[in-house]
């Protein structure tokens, strides 16, 4: 089944970047699921590394960097959302996570 994902908008930080997504959960939905994916910048930083590889050169591009991967649940409701990035400190332990190395997806 393929999911059909379409990136909405793209944020870069200098730690991750944070992409608004959608996508299709059931085969023949008439509805698209929504979600922010945050991928770290060392990931971003292997695709564009493995693009100017394989520009220059015919050696094989370097492996993928295996990286772990969450599921952050957040407050869903409009103001929720708007809240948990706003608040001092900020909660949005989506980025923080994202910070430290894992790619995360909090489906909204």
């Known amino acids: 089944m393929a999911l059909d994902v379409q990136i909405q908008a793209t944020v870069t930080t200098a730690l991750y970047v944070r992409h608004s997504i959608s996508f299709v959960a059931e085969p023949n939905d008439q509805m698209r699921a929504t979600a922010l994916l945050?991928?770290?910048t060392?990931?971003?930083k292997w695709l564009e590394d493995r693009d100017t590889d394989s520009a220059t050169t015919d050696a094989?591009?370097?492996p993928a960097p295996s990286l772990p991967c969450i599921l952050a649940l957040q407050p869903t409701s409009p103001a929720g959302s708007a809240w948990s990035e706003v608040r001092l400190p900020p909660l949005n332990y989506a980025a923080e996570l994202a910070g430290q190395g894992y790619v995360v997806i909090?489906?909204?």
């Open 38 to 40: 945050y991928v770290p």
């Open 42 to 44: 060392m990931a971003t």
């Open 60 to 62: 094989a591009p370097a």
């Open 106 to 108: 909090a489906p909204d």
